[in-house]
């Protein structure tokens, strides 16, 4: 008779010799590894998509990345001049056209005006004159009786100082012009009082 | 951690069957699949093939792994992933006997008593084979459970998990599982 101990080790190792002689048949293995087979397939598909997908997402977040980016950039500032043409004709002894560009240097014109309207003695540094305003196709012209024709192309106007009243386009209306020292427009508002010319 | 990225085509030779289950699950890594199945394949099927047959054996063990595979079973990790393996095999297999309608029977067996005379004839023919497998088949069901999965390594906590069974119960059943064995010197015969 053996002990308990030789027992239980014997009995082990007659399971263990037992289950050596009962391994999991080849065709189960068989048939888990037809079946991890697929999961396989089934997954590499899935990952497929989820890459392509993926991609999706990265290209647009890349694009939306660089839009973000181009549109925090600051833009190229163009620096318009301040151009003014003059000649003479028959009618006018002076004629000045007031435009801007992008060839020639000119001042911004609200800048002249808040210096105008700051300096207490802009007498000296600008020049008031009372003219009659009217548009003419794509020009404003103001006349000072025959003396003076100013014609303002309309993007130098949009940058003018002037009241919304001047702006719209309506008949003659008698204004007044302010020039700054070098001759330049800076507003135009409107007159309280005609200009009254000799010849006319 | 990062690294691992890297080795997913190769398995430590450490991992435990949990972290191979998970590497699985998660990773959808197919060798450690592989790696649990040379781990516990054969205990299983041997297992399931004392409970019942060769051919019961097979087609359930076949069942759990492809359970597995498919992830129709979610090992939870409320115990170790083989006691939850042989508790999903053990509940397969008595499914399958309840369906064949053996299941009556092997628990009638659980009465060893009632099998006295029974066995007397069977371990006649174990002493002439001097065989195990014949000895330990002459068990009731119950015990030859309990003592199966003790000797493939199981404490009496996980036996009663995997048997749904109090530990005490499962503690009878070893004593007289062995009592029998012991008695019958089944194993000192083999010397």
């Known amino acids: ?200 | 951690m990062a690294l691992s990225f890297f080795w997913q085509g190769s398995i430590a030779p450490d991992l435990s069957a949990e972290q191979l289950y998970s590497r699985y699950v998660h990773h959808a890594d197919v060798s450690a699949l592989e790696q649990l199945v040379s781990l516990y394949g054969d205990a299983l099927y041997h297992f399931l093939q004392r409970q019942s047959d060769r051919a019961l054996a097979e087609d359930i063990s076949q069942q759990c792994w492809l359970k597995l595979v498919d992830h129709k079973a979610v090992f939870a990790g409320q115990s170790s992933f083989k006691t939850w393996l042989f508790s999903m095999a053990r509940h397969c297999l008595i499914d399958e006997l309840r369906r064949l309608k053996r299941w009556q029977s092997q628990q009638l067996a659980d009465d060893i008593a009632l099998q006295q005379s029974c066995l007397a004839e069977q371990l006649q023919q174990c002493r002439q084979n001097q065989q195990f497998a014949t000895l330990i088949s002459a068990l009731p069901f119950a015990q030859r459970e309990a003592l199966m999965l003790q000797l493939e390594g199981f404490s009496l906590t996980e036996i009663s998990q995997i048997t749904a069974q109090p530990p005490e119960t499962v503690k009878s059943r070893l004593r007289y599982a062995r009592q029998f064995m012991q008695q019958h010197n089944a194993v000192s015969g083999q010397e």
């Open chain 1, 1 to 200: 008779m053996s002990t308990p101990e030789q027992f239980d080790r014997e009995l082990r190792q007659q399971y263990q010799h037992d289950k050596a002689l009962h391994p999991l048949p080849q065709q189960v293995h068989r048939a888990i590894r037809q079946a991890t087979a697929r999961q396989r397939a089934a997954g590499k598909a899935r990952n497929w998509r989820f890459s392509w997908r993926s991609a999706q997402l990265a290209v647009c977040s890349a694009l939306l990345l660089v839009m973000a980016y181009l549109l925090q950039l600051p833009q190229p500032v163009t620096t318009q001049y301040y151009q003014v043409l003059l000649s003479h004709n028959e009618q006018y002894r002076q004629v000045q056209q007031h435009s801007v560009s992008t060839q020639v240097a000119a001042d911004t014109n609200a800048t002249e005006y808040q210096h105008y309207i700051a300096s207490t003695q802009h007498t000296e540094q600008f020049h008031r004159q009372i003219g009659l305003l009217r548009q003419q196709q794509q020009e404003w012209q103001i006349s000072v009786c025959n003396d003076l024709l100013l014609t303002i192309d309309t993007q130098l106007l949009a940058q003018l100082a002037m009241p919304k009243a001047v702006r719209q386009p309506q008949p003659p209306q008698w204004v007044e012009f302010i020039s700054n020292s070098r001759g330049q427009l800076v507003a135009i508002q409107p007159a309280t009082q005609a200009l009254l010319c000799p010849h006319s």
